[in-house]
């Protein structure tokens, strides 16, 4: 059974910094590119960041670059989403997704496997 857990959402103030862990189980973790993708309230769900197998190479959205980070640890089967300097604009729920394909893409089609969600609420 295939499963990718979400955990770190919570309520923080503006400015304030939380960190989201995504640990997949049920597959080879290090086989996968691994991304974070989010769902503000009304909207579509968007790409936020994504990382290679390796963890050599990252993508960000344009909203996060500069204030979020993802990197993984393949030991662990867990990738990770530091977010610094948030703003209220990034209250979403947030998700992780695996995919197959060894390039990082930033469409949700790409990606085979999700995480439940976790939410990020950021106050102003």
């Known amino acids: 059974q295939v499963q990718l857990v979400e955990s770190g959402g919570g309520l923080v103030l503006a400015g304030g910094s939380l960190r989201l862990s995504c640990t997949l189980s049920?597959?080879?973790?290090?086989?996968?590119?691994m991304a974070w993708f989010r769902q503000p309230p009304g909207k579509e769900r968007e790409f936020v960041a994504g990382i290679v197998r390796s963890g050599d190479s990252t993508e960000y959205a344009e909203s996060v670059k500069g204030r979020f980070t993802i990197s993984r640890d393949n030991a662990k089967n867990t990738v990770y989403l530091q977010m610094d300097s948030l703003e209220p604009e990034d209250t979403a729920i947030y998700y992780c997704a695996a995919g197959r394909d060894p390039n990082i893409h930033t469409v949700t089609y790409e990606y085979t496997y999700w995480g439940q969600g976790t939410q990020v609420t950021v106050s102003s």
């Open positions: 049920g597959r080879t973790f290090w086989l996968y590119t």
